[in-house]
């Protein structure tokens, strides 16, 4: 039986931004129920709808107000990664658990898909998250700003971040400048997703007090690293002993990301992985979150998704 539904907003203010730049927000939501959404003075309304629509619009709402309550944008990526997880109350109940605050931050970070969720709620619960997945997918994005809430949260001391700096191995001793200097062009991707989270004053700042540390993996060994988050990109390039190693420098109150993508192994062929052997080994441990993303998860552009499906039929 076909019904309708209508929720009365009283705040005009709250009322336009769930509506959107020219009810922006309201056409996403039509396009996601199928169904017309009416607006008449305070009121939001869909009608000719089954029940189900209904108390899927109503909830669509709800939670819209709640986070514009709460003072988020009731941007285009907001309204969408609600609209995903609205179609179970699992994914529902995962929505609040998934999204990113970072202090003195330009936005609010809102998971696009399921397994962008999923990391953010490992890396809310567990210490140690591997997460492995084609580019394109947000997995070193999102672990960047999910340090950056936990250093200016003042939940840790510090971000140290490391890659491995040359294909098969360490020696940096050829290029030149600093150390610094020398390993700042293979973390050009950590340094873009910062600076696309916090302004540049801040994280500046955060360098110049040492919060932010770069340490090439070689630099690491020997160290116990206490009360902070460390960040292991593009790991498909460490060697077995790096990982192990890597690991191993996890002190008291600390939390590790790893990242990689085991399709781009630069090592040579009768190097194993570090990676692939330590989600292999690592597996049996409840206490590490492992999360495989795939094609699928592509979140840049489309093009994209389709070129690394194409290279993925070669093999």
């Known amino acids: 039986m076909e019904s309708s539904y209508t929720i009365v907003v009283t705040d005009s203010d709250i009322l336009s931004k769930i509506c959107g730049s020219n009810d922006s927000n309201l056409r996403l939501i039509e396009e996601h129920l199928g169904v017309p959404v009416f607006t008449k003075g305070n009121e939001l309304s869909v009608s000719d709808a089954d029940a189900q629509i209904c108390s899927r619009f109503k909830q669509i709402i709800g939670r819209i107000t709640t986070e514009v309550e709460d003072g988020a944008e009731a941007g285009s990526e907001m309204i969408s990664s609600i609209l995903r997880s609205s179609d179970s109350a699992e994914d529902a109940n995962s929505f609040y658990e998934s999204h990113i605050q970072i202090p003195d931050g330009f936005k609010r970070i809102y998971p696009k898909n399921k ?9 809310n619960l567990y210490d140690m998250v591997f997460c492995l997945g084609p580019a394109g997918t947000g997995k070193t994005f999102l672990v960047v700003a999910y340090a950056l809430y936990l250093l200016l949260s003042r939940k840790k001391r510090k971000i140290i971040l490391t890659r491995p700096v040359v294909e098969a191995g360490e020696s940096l001793g050829f290029l030149p400048g600093d150390l610094e200097q020398k390993i700042n062009p293979y973390l050009r991707p950590l340094y873009d997703a910062m600076e696309s989270l916090i302004p540049r004053e801040v994280l500046r700042k955060l360098y110049d007090a040492g919060m932010i540390e770069v340490a090439p993996l070689a ?36 939390k590790v990301f790893v990242t990689g993508d085991v399709t781009q192994i630069d090592l040579p062929k009768r190097i194993e992985s570090g990676l692939v052997n330590a989600v292999s080994v690592l597996q049996p441990i409840s206490e590490i979150f492992i999360l ?17 499906k194409a290279y993925e039929k070669q093999h």
Do not use: C, H, W
């Open 115 to 123: 397994s962008q969720s999923e990391l953010i709620r490992g890396m």
């Open 219 to 254: 630099y690491m060994r020997g160290r116990t690293l206490d009360n902070s988050v460390i960040l292991l990109d593009e790991a498909q390039n460490t060697t077995v002993e790096q990982m192990k190693m890597f690991l191993t420098r996890m002190g008291e109150g600390s």
């Open 292 to 308: 495989k993303m795939q094609a699928e998860d592509v979140v840049r552009n489309p093009l994209v998704k389709k070129i690394i």
